[in-house]
């Protein structure tokens, strides 16, 4: 079975909102281990993310080699993030 969501729902109340890791510059590339952290989710997902599954992330590829922008990896956060009306 596969899955599209972004990130694995966060049940104790947890923010849907998440942020980059502060202490990152801002023009530093981001590793396939700094996307996992940042999202919550295992190395695997992120690279089946840059691979095969949809939706796929923005990514950067020198030869084995991945890296991510932080502000590619932001907009996609933006452009797939479900949002929830609250009441």
């Known amino acids: 079975m596969s899955s599209t969501s972004l990130a694995p729902s966060h049940p104790r109340g947890a923010s849907e909102h998440v ?3 502060a ?3 801002s023009d530093r590339l981001l590793t396939i281990d ?3 952290r940042w ?4 190395r695997a997902w992120v690279y089946d ?3 095969r599954k949809r939706p ?3 990514c950067i590829r020198f030869g ?3 890296r991510f922008r932080r502000s ?3 907009s996609f956060i933006r452009t797939h993030a479900k949002h929830h009306d609250s009441k």
Not at 39 to 42: D, H, L, P, Y
């Open 56 to 58: 796929l992330l923005p």
């Open 39 to 42: 999202f919550g989710v295992s």
């Open 72 to 74: 590619d990896v932001e």
């Open 19 to 21: 942020d980059a890791p």
């Open 34 to 36: 700094d996307i996992a």
């Open 23 to 25: 202490h990152e510059s």
């Open 64 to 66: 084995e080699m991945t």
């Open 49 to 51: 993310h840059t691979t």
